[in-house]
């Protein structure tokens, strides 16, 4: 017994057909919604992952500056390369952001009020609390190096900046810069970043240790400055790095089980695969292992920050892909697949 209703609809031994619904149409072979992805995916531009690249350098870059610092090294080739380098990620750092906002008065408003709980909000403090702390340290710097002049107020008030207590201060809201950024993403609905909230803040984190060693050394050695000692040191940070950035991508990949597929597709496996773990990974280690020389030490260093700057833009490629995929979404969205505070690897 059949009978078809004014909407279109027949019913037949009690089940409801239409002629477009996926899961009562024999004849769709998709099971998706509709093909329309559930969620809107990040609009973001080139400008954001550039930023994360550029935040994670300054930060790492700091982290190996300050710890040299309380161990008694001095080399002041590393300190002024550091903190100028500081200076001058966290005044792109800004531009960027604004840039992709497209209004400026968007970034003052993120400065209004402050969020403990919420990413974005600490991101935002963090860049200009940094950002200001990074510009007298390295005020300072130019005030001994003589940019400022050689004797005058401006050049004796400056001196009286504590940039080595000023150093110790920056070290925690810089090394959140670095880290933020990848619990900014994870605190999205994107199955490919959600699933890995455990893993993505150390990830970027991590990431961002390894291309500040290989900042320096390159910096160090085209400038031929820096002490021996100081260019064995980064040599071995290099490769403890990228050892600990491996280990990381590694336990994510086994993290986002199927919902990583969007790393391996064709738009993004160039960058992830080829760019981050071949040319930013593993290429820079076999440089690094083997024996040491100059134009080693740079070679490596190029691509061990290529290979940083690919990393970001395949995660945020890959997310882009994730959010546009019902099926990964739903999938994850669904109670057993939904990542949970007690989950454990």
Known sequence: MSETTREGVQ?????????????TDPQRKDKNYYGIPPIKH??????????????????????FSTVAQL??????????????????????SPVLLIWDLGRPERFYNMLRIIKLRSPMSTQSWSVFAY??????????????????????????????????????????VGLNVG???GNLISATSVPIWARNWLFMGPMFLTSGLSTAPSWLSLVLHLTRSGEEKTLRTL??????????????????????????????????APLFVGGTLLGGITAPMALLFGKESRQKSILAS??????????????????????DDPEAYFTFASEANAPQPEDKI
């Open 11 to 23: 019913q037949s031994n009690g089940r409801v057909e239409t002629s477009h619904h996926p899961e």
């Open 42 to 63: 990040a609009h973001w531009t080139w400008q954001i992952p550039v930023y994360f690249w550029i935040g994670g350098l300054g930060a790492g870059v700091h982290l």
């Open 71 to 92: 161990l008694g090294h001095r080399d002041e080739a590393l300190t002024r390369t550091s903190r100028y380098t500081v200076l001058a990620t966290m005044l792109i």
């Open 131 to 172: 950002g200001n702390l990074g510009g007298l340290i390295a005020a300072r710097q130019a005030a001994e190096d003589g940019l400022l002049g050689r004797d005058n107020f401006l050049v004796r008030l400056v001196k009286l900046i504590p940039a080595r207590f000023l150093s110790l201060v920056a070290l925690p």
């Open 179 to 181: 880290s933020n950024t």
């Open 235 to 268: 040599h071995r940070a290099e490769k403890a790095t990228l050892v600990i950035e491996a280990g990381l991508i590694g336990a994510s990949l086994v993290r986002m089980s199927k919902w990583s597929k969007p790393l391996f597709s064709r738009e993004v």
């Open 302 to 323: 190029v691509l061990a920050l290529a290979g940083g700057l690919a990393f970001r833009f395949a995660i945020i490629k890959g997310g882009r892909i994730s959010a």
